[in-house]
């Protein structure tokens, strides 16, 4: 199965099933001397572990983190980043009765389509447990632009209808709720509603708001590999993501050019801009200002009612799904997101690195002059 790897330079294969011994990643690429530990990374897994509240899976796994290879005295070493975390609460008789069922709203059908083959315990590659290897590689790639003085925060913004008020917007309140809602009041209300939809046998969608803030200009490609196109490749390679905006997004459709424009300024000597519809990217390049990210998490589809579908003898059947799920997805997901962006933003500023002599040369120090010394040289010998 090709797809599991991600990244250009700072590289990252996921690895692991949902109900097998254990899952992980490998980081290729990471810079030598970053100061890196287990517990660092373990702060980032122990956000997205399951069975922290009763808005989430019930499935208790500690997701404890181990560090294989590329670490030494505390330090990247620069070889492959080995990382390794253990499943210990599977329980795969929970799938037995839909062995040959295709569950509404997953990736079975289309998975068997593909491969003739799916791991129905979990879902296999296509559950939500192997993010668990993206937030263990994100939490390195976080540590090295945090290093570079840039930051990246998401959080819940919405859930079904009800939406946080940024009069109420509090940074502390996102660890205070079991949500990640920065609205202690529309954390309430959304608690509420979910606590409701469970007593329903029912899930509900999420927004995810994403910031990056401090990344310099001139970050991303004008064509392919445009920043806005790799950032929204890497969110919608999240299981359950169906939709990502863009600064405006799709608000643009009522916009105006004159409206949506962003005018620039200059202030005590530092390029700025007058408003920021474009989300911090032009052209696919970056232009210095706060990246803002949208993302939509569609309902759980692992619920408790009984549904129509059919077997892999396409007869039509019902189907009553068992086992551990969330009804919610976008909470846990707020860190895999957020790893997901450190990973491309800082694979881009890699290869910045060499977009321009200059950039090249700044990178080993190098004076221009010496290039041309190096010339003068040559030609000294050649005459």
Same mark, same amino acid.
């Given at each position: 199965?090709?797809? $599991? +790897?991600?990244? %250009?330079?700072?590289?990252?294969?996921?690895?692991?099933?949902?109900?097998?011994?254990?899952?992980?990643? #490998?980081?290729?690429?990471?810079?030598?001397?970053?100061?890196?530990?287990?517990?660092?990374? !373990?702060?980032?897994?122990?956000?997205?572990?399951?069975?922290?509240?009763?808005?989430?899976?019930?499935?208790?796994?500690?997701?404890?983190?181990?560090?294989?290879?590329?670490?030494?005295? /505390?330090?990247?070493?620069?070889?492959?980043?080995?990382?390794?975390?253990?499943?210990? $609460?599977?329980?795969?008789?929970?799938?037995?009765?839909?062995?040959?069922?295709?569950?509404?709203?997953?990736?079975?059908?289309?998975?068997?389509?593909?491969?003739?083959?799916?791991?129905?315990?979990?879902?296999?590659?296509?559950?939500?447990?192997?993010?668990?290897?993206?937030?263990?590689?994100?939490?390195?790639?976080?540590?090295?632009?945090?290093?570079?003085?840039?930051?990246?925060?998401?959080?819940?913004? !919405?859930?079904?209808?009800?939406?946080?008020?940024?009069? %109420?917007?509090?940074?502390?309140?996102?660890?205070? %709720?079991?949500?990640?809602?920065?609205?202690?009041?529309?954390?309430?209300?959304? /608690?509420?509603?979910?606590?409701?939809?469970?007593?329903?046998?029912?899930?509900?969608?999420?927004?995810? !708001?994403?910031?990056?803030? %401090?990344?310099?200009?001139?970050?991303?490609?004008?064509?392919?590999?445009?920043?806005?196109?790799?950032?929204?490749?890497?969110?919608?390679?999240?299981?359950?993501?169906?939709? #990502?905006?863009?600064?405006?997004?799709?608000?643009? +459709?009522?916009?105006? /050019?004159?409206?949506?424009?962003?005018?620039?300024?200059?202030?005590?000597?530092?390029?700025?801009?007058?408003?920021?519809?474009?989300?911090?990217?032009?052209?696919?390049?970056?232009?210095? $200002?706060?990246?803002?990210?949208?993302?939509?998490?569609?309902?759980?589809?692992?619920?408790?009612?009984?549904?129509?579908?059919?077997?892999?003898?396409?007869?039509?059947?019902?189907?009553?799904?068992?086992?551990?799920?969330?009804?919610? #997805?976008?909470?846990?997901?707020?860190? #895999?997101?957020?790893?997901?962006?450190?990973?491309?933003?800082?694979?881009?500023?890699?290869?910045?690195?060499?977009?321009?002599?200059?950039?090249?040369?700044?990178?080993?120090?190098?004076?221009? $002059?010496?290039? !041309?010394?190096?010339?003068?040289?040559?030609?000294?010998?050649?005459?």
């Amino acid at each position: 199965m090709s797809g $599991s +790897v991600f990244g %250009n330079i700072f590289k990252v294969t996921t690895w692991g099933e949902s109900h097998g011994k254990a899952i992980g990643a #490998v980081v290729d690429g990471c810079p030598a001397g970053l100061e890196i530990d287990e517990d660092y990374i !373990q702060s980032f897994l122990d956000r997205r572990k399951p069975g922290q509240s009763k808005f989430t899976t019930p499935r208790k796994e500690a997701d404890k983190v181990k560090i294989l290879s590329g670490v030494f005295e /505390g330090k990247t070493t620069g070889t492959p980043i080995s990382l390794l975390i253990e499943n210990t $609460s599977q329980i795969s008789k929970d799938y037995s009765d839909i062995a040959d069922k295709y569950r509404p709203g997953h990736a079975d059908y289309g998975f068997d389509m593909k491969y003739g083959f799916r791991d129905y315990r979990g879902g296999g590659r296509s559950s939500g447990r192997e993010t668990a290897g993206r937030v263990a590689a994100g939490a390195i790639a976080i540590k090295i632009l945090r290093t570079m003085g840039i930051d990246i925060m998401a959080y819940v913004s !919405q859930i079904g209808d009800i939406k946080i008020d940024l009069n %109420n917007w509090s940074y502390e309140e996102m660890f205070n %709720n079991s949500l990640c809602m920065p609205d202690k009041e529309a954390a309430q209300k959304a /608690g509420e509603y979910i606590e409701k939809l469970m007593k329903e046998k029912d899930s509900t969608g999420a927004l995810v !708001q994403c910031m990056i803030s %401090n990344v310099p200009a001139g970050i991303g490609d004008p064509v392919f590999d445009k920043l806005d196109a790799r950032l929204s490749a890497a969110v919608m390679s999240i299981g359950a993501v169906k939709g #990502v905006e863009i600064g405006d997004g799709f608000g643009v +459709v009522r916009a105006r /050019g004159s409206e949506n424009n962003d005018s620039f300024r200059v202030e005590e000597g530092i390029v700025e801009k007058c408003t920021n519809h474009s989300g911090g990217i032009l052209g696919g390049i970056s232009d210095g $200002s706060t990246i803002t990210l949208n993302i939509a998490f569609k309902p759980t589809p692992s619920i408790f009612r009984k549904q129509e579908t059919i077997d892999k003898n396409l007869n039509e059947t019902e189907i009553e799904i068992k086992g551990r799920h969330d009804p919610i #997805v976008a909470p846990r997901a707020v860190v #895999v997101v957020e790893s997901m962006v450190a990973m491309t933003v800082l694979d881009l500023i890699m290869s910045n690195t060499c977009s321009t002599m200059d950039k090249l040369l700044r990178a080993y120090d190098i004076d221009e $002059s010496a290039g !041309q010394l190096l010339a003068a040289h040559r030609k000294f010998i050649e005459d």
